[in-house]
């Protein structure tokens, strides 16, 4: 049977408890932490930085940290996070002055390298990066702010990246972030990913966190 993942997205988290969220969303099921960094430039927003993610690993978070950056600059944040502890590394094609060097920047700091697209973000890269990435993440929300709605256009756009990984024969995973939830994440498996960034469900969720994630988990079939 194939292995989905959850990666919960701390940007929906208690940051006054930060660790100890982390420590009970992870108890509760979820397989990797999804770090949001956002600069207030490529983004409307601004988040975290790589001394949180440092407390994070000093804190006794052993679990994979997943690093998505969405800021106009990434070679020097790569290299900061990749230090701090990070394990994946994802960044947008159109911040990078050289997405080649980048992604190789990822890895040869030790970690997995990951091109993160956006709704309109063409699929024209992965003509000539494929060879070189360990994950694709498809932003199934205009990145910037928690708790937006899943565009089901998006769904369409899962199947051809999927098609595009199996037709290459590459062991990439297909990671989706934005808007899932109970109710669609049956679909957003069916359509082709491995990896669901899940936050708002999660963390402002009115259950528990085992509750919330056994009843994620048991959505898709």
């Known amino acids: ?18 660790g100890k969220e982390i420590s009970n969303v992870i108890k509760a099921g979820a397989d990797i932490i999804h770090f949001d960094v956002m600069d207030n430039h490529y983004v409307p927003n601004l988040t975290i930085g790589p001394l949180v ?4 690993r000093n804190y006794g978070i052993k679990s994979i940290i997943d690093v998505h950056l969405m ?4 070679d020097n944040l790569i290299i900061d996070f990749a230090t701090a502890g990070a394990d994946i590394i994802s960044f947008h094609p159109e911040n990078s002055n050289h997405i080649d060097r980048s992604i190789s920047l990822i890895k040869e700091y030790g970690c997995k390298a990951g091109l993160a697209l956006n709704p309109s973000t063409s699929l024209n890269y992965l003509d000539y990066l494929i060879n070189k990435l360990d994950i694709i993440l498809i932003m199934s929300v205009n990145p910037g702010f928690e708790g937006q709605k899943f565009i089901n256009y998006i769904f369409n756009k899962i199947k051809k990246v999927k098609k595009i990984i199996n ?51 048991n959505s898709i079939k």
């Open 1 to 18: 049977m194939k292995k989905f993942l959850i990666a919960a997205s701390i940007l929906s988290a208690n940051f006054a408890f930060l």
């Open 53 to 56: 993610l440092k407390s994070l």
């Open 71 to 74: 800021t106009n600059s990434v």
């Open 167 to 217: 037709k290459n024969q590459k062991n990439i995973l297909l990671e989706v972030d934005g808007g899932i939830n109970t109710n669609n994440i049956n679909q957003v498996a069916i359509s082709g990913a491995d990896i669901f960034v899940i936050g708002s469900a999660i963390f402002k969720s009115l259950l528990s966190y085992d509750e919330t994630i056994k009843n994620i988990k």
